[in-house]
């Protein structure tokens, strides 16, 4: 049976709310195919604003990869704005897909992407407004299996009581698994409702079904252990790695919105994962190993995007740009390959070395050098041993000198604040450090029209990293030691006029800090703000942390633990950690020694370059680090041009 | 240090084309912001060779005539291109409109051939407004009560704060009809306007919060409002011609259907 589009009662709406183009759809290179012609059907979720959500490119790719199946069908959903949010129920109009505009409760599945957990509480609200029950226990055959995604679903214990599943790592596979054993059962007549589906998903070993794991607490508050209550289900579940990113050239043909979005550019993945091996780096570790994207595959893929999509921009994705065996041959290539075609070229993730300056003035052939992003991290060198960033003050003045002299008038450069170890001096640190950073420009221009950036926000510890086991700094010592940088930056006249200062208030991060490493008794606290009107954490002017503290203090009263009991404790090595049951391949004694080397001040290389298989995950996983040369170059396209006259 | 753009200067314009496109359906909820946007990617898509301007962003020379309302549909929007090179009109409606999302949809091109700007040419505009739950007696009597007025004073908020204008005054004509199938047996009358062009601009919304004074008509839902064309004013006749007919006919090329 088709099911009918909800665009005609949307419609009715879209007059009184704001920028109304973002719930219409229709966006070059998507896909709207006939309900009937496909037996498994996914909605695909970003939990955010379609600005946000609609560049992110982990949805991107598995729009495109399901929507390449002939019976798989996929259609995006976003969270929509509160004044949508209340039309939408005051006219009993159902959460959407923008593509055929069909209600989000009549798909198979429901996947959920969470880059963050902010976005928890939109995916209450998407489930709402759906007809999906909140419960996962309280759904039957006729809803969608909610499948959690992203970094996040790396501990979706929080949310475990929401979510039907979750998959952890690279979606591309995955979601084609996923998709046979839904087909199966479905060809299969679905037996035993959706206890056997979820049973079937959970015994395949890759997805993670939370109701067949159960937590036991020990009468401190701290897990006891988490055990399958199935016979069938795994003990852990593992993350998935696509091996070849050459076999996986998506997305093919990315959307183009009509509706202004945070990235106004295309984007090609040049390599996945990254060894550089800083601690604080939840990306970074759950990712490994590294996997290179090869120079001809990155030029068939600029070539194929651009002429599919018409952006002026490419930004060269990945963890550590620069890191790619063959960035410069890349580079240059595409730099003399669209040379006067008035196509921009950028290095999103830049790393502190002179290099770096050189690639960007490659890809800036000829155009305005605007800016460059360093990402330092700690303000001293004894923060950024402990980090493991291992980047000296020399190696930073040096490459903002260069980066001065070759016309880059301002440089941004990003820290933390609240990393372990840390006192008011290493952060007092950024304000002498950005200070050589003007004198250097100021030497190598012989110009003051130069300027320095410092953008600053408060250290999240994450799981499975070296830093899950860390206390996280209080707002309250994390806020003032942000206004003692200020007021040193400001007090020095003279540079105070060339140093922009930016910085994030402690407070969002607590909340961060609590859904990152909670457990599942947190899934209490997040109904409770949803509840009491909690939306788009991500955003300023919507985010509340006293809604977050007094919810909290309500939900968690019963259990013994509080929010400083999740984020300003540090744990113990023989702490069960919630998402110990989650398999990222790193090693837990590995991350718990590189944990006391931080502690230390010890670095650890990048495996890259000095073989190493300490962490785990190659081993583990049945993965090994993919990087080139490949010895190839970029050869020359012809334009294709309209008809002449 | 890099302050000036290396290379050649961009090459010259070699050719100027005008053209007509249309916003459609749910389309019509794009501003035209958003339409300028996709137009560049459509240009870059088709390959169409666009002069550039001189300087470090470099912009493809585009000049837009004043668009239609986020939420107003239109048949008749103008778009003139300055190009480096040659293209023969058709093929490049083809192409940028194939280059556009269904619902932007390219109508017609013409080379320019005449003198004066286009924007000179847009005169007024003649506008279809669907008025679903409205009979066609209410609205004649609203209709009839503007045209009685000399004017009518009505307020919009901008960016700039409160305004205030005179909507009737631009108003040259505002007929009224029903609609030939209503759905659902819910009557729908069709307002038809013409209104010239006038700063600031008067648009169809502001007629009707006219009315709205005059008349105390007040539509039960949001109506749907269309642009059918904008152009150079008959003014006797109300009548909007169309602002390419100079140069196609310079051209000497046959009007579109």
């Not at chain 1, 990315?254 to 990306?283: D, K, N, W």
């Not at chain 1, 510890?461 to 930056?489: C, G, N, S, V």
Request: glycine share 8%; hydrophobic share 40%.
């Amino acid at each position: 049976m088709p099911v009918a589009s909800v665009f005609p009662a949307l419609e009715a709406l879209l007059p009184f709310v704001n920028k109304p183009i973002q719930y219409v759809g229709g966006e070059l290179n998507s896909t709207v195919k006939e309900w009937d012609s496909a037996s498994v059907r996914w909605a695909l979720m970003y939990p955010d604003a379609y600005e946000v959500g609609l560049p992110n490119q982990g949805s991107m790719i598995l729009y495109e990869v399901l929507n390449e199946q002939p019976d798989v069908l996929a259609e995006r959903t976003y969270s929509v704005w509160p004044d949508l949010e209340a039309l939408m129920r005051e006219h009993g109009v159902p959460q959407f897909t923008v593509d055929g505009h069909r209600p989000v409760g009549a798909f198979d599945l429901l996947g959920i992407s969470f880059s963050t957990e902010l976005g928890y509480t939109n995916m209450l609200t998407a489930l709402d407004l759906a007809g999906v029950p909140l419960l996962a226990a309280d759904r039957d055959t006729s809803h969608p299996v909610v499948v959690a995604g992203g970094h996040a679903a790396f501990n979706p214990e929080p949310v475990a009581d929401f979510i039907d599943a979750a998959v952890l790592g690279d979606g591309e596979q995955a979601v084609l698994e996923i998709s046979d054993v839904v087909r199966r059962w479905k060809d299969d007549g679905s037996p035993g409702g959706r206890t056997e589906l979820l049973l079937r998903l959970a015994k395949s070993g890759g997805v993670y079904v939370p109701r067949f794991y159960d937590v036991e607490y020990l009468p401190d508050g701290r897990i006891r252990r988490v055990v399958p209550n199935h016979p069938e289900v795994p003990w852990r579940v593992a993350k998935h790695t696509v091996m070849d990113l050459d076999e996986w050239p998506y997305p093919k043909a990315p959307l183009v919105p009509l509706a202004e979005t945070v990235h106004e550019r295309m984007s090609v993945e040049i390599f996945r994962g990254c060894t550089r091996g800083c601690r604080f780096c939840q990306a970074g570790m759950i990712t490994r190993p590294v996997r290179e994207r090869s120079i001809t595959g990155i030029g068939e893929m600029v070539d194929r995007g651009l002429c599919a999509t018409g952006y002026e921009e490419v930004g060269l994705l990945s963890l550590s740009s620069a890191d790619h065996s063959e960035i410069a041959e890349v580079a240059k290539g595409l730099a003399d390959r669209y040379e006067g075609t008035f196509t921009g070229l950028s290095l999103p993730s830049t790393r502190v070395d002179a290099f770096n300056v050189e690639l960007a003035d490659e890809l800036a052939r000829g155009g305005r050098r605007s800016g460059l992003t360093f990402a330092p991290e700690g303000g001293s060198e004894r923060i950024r041993a402990v980090i493991n960033k291992m980047v000296t003050e020399d190696d930073l003045i040096r490459t903002v000198t260069t980066a001065y002299s070759s016309g880059w008038r301002q440089v941004k450069l990003y820290f933390m604040c609240g990393l372990p170890t840390e006192t008011d001096d290493d952060v007092l640190q950024i304000a002498a450090l950005a200070r050589k950073v003007i004198e250097a420009g100021r030497r190598a221009t012989g110009s003051r029209d130069i300027r320095c950036t410092v953008s600053i926000g408060g250290f999240v510890p994450k799981p499975h990293t070296p830093f899950q086991w860390a206390a996280q700094l209080d707002h309250e010592t994390t806020d003032a030691r942000l206004y003692k940088l200020r007021d040193a930056i400001r007090a020095d006249r003279g540079y105070a006029k060339a140093i922009g200062f930016r910085y994030h208030d402690g407070k969002p991060g607590i909340v961060e800090g609590l859904l990152s490493r909670g457990d599942r008794r947190v899934g209490a606290v997040i109904r409770a703000v949803w509840e009491d009107g909690g939306r788009f954490d991500g955003w300023g002017e919507h985010f509340s942390f006293d809604r977050w503290m007094a919810c909290a203090s309500a939900a968690l009263e019963d259990t013994g633990v509080d929010v400083d009991w999740y984020t300003t404790r540090e744990r113990a090595q023989t702490e069960v950690l919630p998402w110990d049951h989650l398999d990222s391949g790193l090693d837990k004694e590995w991350l718990w020694e590189d944990w006391q080397a931080a502690l230390a001040g010890g670095e650890v290389e990048d495996c890259r370059w000095t073989p190493c298989y300490d962490c785990g995950v190659c081993d583990q996983m049945g993965t090994e680090i993919q990087v080139g040369p490949t010895g190839r170059t970029l050869l020359p396209l012809s334009v294709v041009r309209v008809a002449g006259a | 240090m890099g302050r000036s753009p290396e290379g050649p200067p961009p090459p010259p314009v070699v050719q100027r084309v005008r053209f007509r496109y249309a916003k459609r359906g749910r389309l019509r909820f794009s501003s035209h912001r958003d339409f300028q946007r996709a137009l560049e990617r459509a240009l870059r898509r088709a390959g169409v060779p666009m002069a550039f301007s001189a300087g470090f962003t470099a912009h493809p020379k585009v000049s837009y005539a004043g668009a239609a309302a986020t939420g107003v549909a239109s048949e008749a929007e103008y778009v003139e291109l300055a190009l480096a090179g040659r293209v023969e009109p058709e093929a490049l409606r083809k192409a940028l409109d194939a280059s556009l999302p269904d619902g932007l949809d390219v109508v017609e091109v013409v080379e320019v051939a005449t003198p004066g700007a286009l924007a000179d040419r847009l005169e007024a505009s003649e506008w279809e407004i669907a008025l679903p739950g409205v009979d066609l007696g209410t609205l004649q009597r609203a209709a009839t009560a503007l045209l009685d007025a000399e004017v009518v004073e009505v307020q919009r908020l901008t960016k700039n704060g409160m305004r205030t204008a005179d909507a009737r005054g631009p108003v040259v004509a505002a007929t009224c009809r029903a609609a030939a199938q209503p759905a659902d047996d819910v009557p729908c009358a069709i307002l038809r306007l013409v209104v010239r062009h006038v700063t600031p601009s008067v648009r169809p919304d502001d007629v009707l919060a006219a009315m709205r004074q005059v008349a105390d008509f007040v539509p039960p839902v949001p109506p749907r409002v269309t642009r059918l064309a904008q152009g150079p004013l008959d003014a006797a006749a109300a009548v909007v011609g169309d602002p390419l007919a100079p140069d196609r006919d310079a051209a000497g090329v046959p009007a579109s259907a």
